[in-house]
């Protein structure tokens, strides 16, 4: 039971040290960028050793991968929670349009995930970080709206990657102060023509 007990602490600790690193380095790469943040800026952020940073990620890089990864679930979740039963499946996708155009304007979430992101990981990573999450939220609602036999599976995230696309880049113009209402309506059309065909 004590041993127990012992791990679960330490398992305790190692994750609230984990975490502390992500958050500093989370501030500090939308202050400042991933180029002008260095390790020695996380940890004294963060209150620790260089020796806790490593221990937990490899290199900066493997770090702000880990940040990204938990910015991508934070939208993927808040679309997740908005698009409750009982709505019709356009609705769904609807709602998950507003709610991503909302997410995406939290404080540097744009910047790691949009900018950052994929200069630094690559856009392949950062794919596959967006199927994980805001994309698969995507994908499903598609499937749900769509016509059985429309489109293959392969067809249909096809599909869901052009479409994200188009939401990134609508969250880039809302970002610059273009209207959001104006997106939701292109967006809706899209959602339209994609699940009338």
């Known amino acids: 039971m004590q041993i127990e007990s012992s791990r679960r602490s330490n398992r305790q600790r190692s994750d609230t040290t984990r975490a502390a690193i992500i958050d500093a380095a989370h501030g500090l790469f939308v ?5 002008e ?23 900066k890089k493997s770090l702000f991968r880990a940040v990204a990864e938990r910015e991508a679930r934070a939208v993927a979740a808040r679309i997740e929670a908005a698009t409750i039963d009982g709505l019709t499946p356009r609705e ?12 995406m304007a ?18 392949r990573t950062m794919a596959a970080i967006d199927a994980a999450n805001a994309q698969r939220t995507l994908e499903e609602g598609l499937a749900a709206a769509m016509a059985p036999d429309v489109f293959e599976p392969a067809a249909l995230s096809a599909t869901a990657t052009l479409l994200s696309a188009a939401f990134d880049r609508a969250a880039l113009e809302i970002a610059d102060g273009a ?8 967006i809706g059309h899209l959602i339209d023509r994609l699940i009338s065909a």
């Open 179 to 186: 209207s959001t209402q104006r997106y939701v309506e292109a």
């Open 106 to 123: 939290e404080p540097g979430r744009l910047r790691i995930l949009l900018l950052d992101g994929p200069a630094v990981l690559g856009m």
């Open 31 to 35: 202050a400042r960028g991933y180029a």
């Open 92 to 103: 769904a996708l609807m709602t998950g349009a507003r709610i991503y155009f909302e997410a």
């Open 37 to 59: 943040t260095s390790t020695p800026d996380i940890v004294a952020a963060a209150g620790l050793t260089r020796g806790a940073l490593y221990h937990h990620f490899e290199d």
